[in-house]
Nanobody
Framework: HVQLVESGGGSVQVGGSLRLSCVASGDTIGRYCMGWFRQVPDREREGVAGIESDGSTVYTNAVKDRFTISRGGNTDTLYLTMTGLTPEDTAMYYC?????????????????????????WGQGTQVTVS
């Protein structure tokens, strides 16, 4: 069972950039589809980006061309590099691990952040854009 801890959130001005990190322990993230998600109060959690074990990536339309998901080279760390931030990006950001050795869901399901697709979650890191 993989444990996940996010960091790197904070306050940033409109148009600014941030890089979020997610450190895994208990297992290697190379065995999982890994994803980044976000949630604002009173709204459903939504998928942002996913990365397969082979490094291929998928993004939801809201962040495509602005956000980049990546894995650390030799570390069990997942990153989300965010550029061109807008107030609409303000949210709690979470990383999550999918089911062992299963491919990432297609974007439409990634966006729904279903626990059946991503059973392991971190505690989140807050991003505020103003």
């Amino acid at each position: 069972h993989v444990q996940l801890v996010e960091s790197g959130g904070g306050s940033v001005q409109v148009g600014g950039s941030l890089r979020l990190s997610c450190v895994a322990s208990g297992d290697t993230i190379g065995r999982y589809c890994m994803g980044w998600f976000r949630q604002v109060p009173d709204r459903e959690r939504e998928g942002v980006a996913g990365i397969e074990s082979d490094g291929s990536t998928v993004y939801t339309n809201a962040v495509k061309d602005r956000f980049t998901i990546s894995r650390g080279g030799n570390t069990d760390t997942l990153y989300l590099t965010m550029t061109g931030l807008t107030p609409e990006d303000t949210a709690m950001y979470y990383c999550a691990a999918g089911v062992t050795n299963r491919a990432c869901p297609p974007p439409a399901l990634l966006a729904r952040a279903r626990p059946v697709d991503f059973p392991s979650w971190g505690q989140g890191t807050q991003v505020t854009v103003s």
